[in-house]
């Protein structure tokens, strides 16, 4: 049995990433949290045009089954399967590779800038707002938070 939440996180995402991908749409982040005391393993997804309800039970269902039998968290747990929402903070690759071309507010100890990201890599961040690229080196920015809302 695996203890460890990385390895925990790890092990879902590997899981999930086929059932999720079989159905278009994409995993965002998996989290587990409370393993002090009340564990939730938390699954974001998303799709073109986001996701419904629907799309969030069958996953949670699916998701349910292969868990049950690979029991890689020890003890209950609560599972939850919902999209990232708007004002998600992005802290791990996958959110960044998966937020390219949404809007984003990129906070430094300069400022804040909004933008659309447009490119992510190991070094920097560049944001796209109205032709004006931007780019940021990633060990300057403080916190990327998806801004769907607007300005």
Do not use: H, N
Request: negative net charge.
């Amino acid at each position: 049995m695996i203890i460890d939440k990385e390895e925990i996180e790890a092990l879902v995402e590997r899981l999930l990433d086929p059932i999720v991908r079989s159905r278009g749409i994409t995993l965002v982040d998996v989290e587990l949290s409370g393993l002090g005391g009340r564990k939730v393993l938390k699954v974001f997804i998303d799709k073109p045009g986001g996701v419904t309800i629907s799309d969030c039970q069958k996953i949670s269902g699916e998701l349910s089954v292969v868990l049950d039998d690979v029991d890689p968290i020890p003890g209950s747990y609560d599972l939850e399967v919902s999209s990232p929402g708007l004002d998600r903070v992005l802290k791990k690759e996958r959110e960044l590779r998966w937020a390219v071309g949404k809007k984003v507010r990129v906070i430094t100890l300069k400022g804040e800038r909004r933008g659309v990201l447009s490119k992510v890599t190991d070094d920097l961040i560049e944001i796209d707002r109205a032709g004006d690229v931007q780019s940021f080196a990633r060990d300057e920015i403080l916190k990327i938070q998806l801004d769907e809302i607007g300005e």
